[in-house]
């Protein structure tokens, strides 16, 4: 079965609900970086835009 793509997933999901998307550090939006992050640095991000985000019940979409 063929994966949506995300634009138009995006926005049927923005239709009914909160939806944030996290780019992970030194990819998409975000600032390069000289060394690939570490795990607990990953960690470290997502909780920071959760908590900036003010998000009560995060949730995951499925990996591509």
């Given at each position: ?14 239709s ?49």
């Amino acid at each position: 079965m063929a994966r949506p793509q995300l634009p138009p997933l995006c926005a049927v999901l923005s239709s009914f609900c909160r939806l944030v998307r996290f780019d992970r550090r030194g990819t998409g939006l975000s600032d390069p970086v000289a060394e690939p992050p570490t795990l607990d640095q990953r960690v470290a991000d997502l909780k920071a835009v959760i908590s900036a985000a003010r998000c009560r019940r995060p949730s995951r979409a499925p990996a591509r």
